[in-house]
T-cell receptor, first 116, second 116 residues
Framework: DAGITQSPRHKVTETGTPVTLRCHQTENHRYMYWYRQDPGHGLRLIHYSYGVKDTDKGEVSDGYSVSRSKTEDFLLTLESATSSQTSVYFC???????????????FGDGTRLSIL | AQKITQTQPGMFVQEKEAVTLDCTYDTSDQSYGLFWYKQPSSGEMIFLIYQGSYDEQNATEGRYSLNFQKARKSANLVISASQLGDSAMYFCAMRGRSSNTGKLIFGQGTTLQVKP
């Protein structure tokens, strides 16, 4: 299994509070991604990183920021959490480059975030 | 814009029978990759199989095969000899060559239940 650790695994917090989710990898992969999973929507990309301090927005980036100060760590921050950000958050890593198996993204186990 | 469509919200299959999960896609890229992931009730995302757009043969991985019909823009997952452990949600995803960052676009998912 790919070495990806998400923390915390579960969190309950209140509207308006800041929240930071952490993704840590031991694979030295260049690319890291944050997705959210909601019923009926599959997984949607929030932000991604293509190197240290290199990040870009995904499909649903409003209300989220990210930082990557080291290859192994990618942080997702909700500056002021809202109830609409209640979701399951997944971190993924990859080293795109084609190949016979397509260099798939490998996912962490997810963080279940509830905002009351 | 790229899009993945999975039209079957839920499917049932009898144990030991084969089942096909549908996936259609839309992209203007000439080169792209298609992926299937499994998400059991425990929540993790498990990579199953990959098909490249230029691959001449349908991909196979054990009991999983991909029925790739490029002209119809479909990439259906076939699970042979279903097992109870195959009960899960299945996601189809696509990565276009124009996305040199490896970003994936996911479908909404199909929940498969295997009956004993």
């Amino acid at each position: 299994d790919a070495g990806i650790t998400q923390s915390p695994r579960h969190k309950v917090t209140e509207t308006g509070t800041p929240v930071t989710l952490r993704c840590h990898q031991t694979e030295n992969h260049r690319y890291m991604y944050w997705y959210r999973q909601d019923p009926g929507h599959g997984l949607r990309l929030i932000h991604y990183s293509y190197g240290v301090k290199d990040t870009d927005k995904g499909e649903v980036s409003d209300g989220y920021s990210v930082s990557r100060s080291k290859t192994e760590d990618f942080l997702l921050t909700l500056e002021s959490a809202t109830s609409s950000q209640t979701s399951v958050y997944f971190c993924a890593i990859s080293d795109p480059g084609g190949g016979a198996r397509g260099q798939p993204q490998h996912f962490g186990d997810g963080t279940r975030l509830s905002i009351l | 814009a790229q899009k993945i469509t999975q039209t079957q919200p839920g499917m049932f299959v009898q144990e030991k029978e084969a089942v096909t999960l549908d996936c259609t896609y839309d992209t203007s890229d000439q080169s792209y990759g298609l992926f299937w992931y499994k998400q059991p009730s425990s929540g993790e995302m498990i990579f199953l199989i990959y098909q490249g757009s230029y691959d001449e043969q349908n991909a196979t991985e054990g009991r999983y095969s991909l029925n790739f019909q490029k002209a119809r823009k479909s990439a259906n997952l076939v699970i042979s000899a279903s097992q109870l452990g195959d009960s899960a949600m299945y996601f189809c995803a696509m990565r276009g060559r124009s996305s040199n960052t490896g970003k994936l676009i996911f479908g909404q998912g199909t929940t498969l239940q295997v009956k004993p």
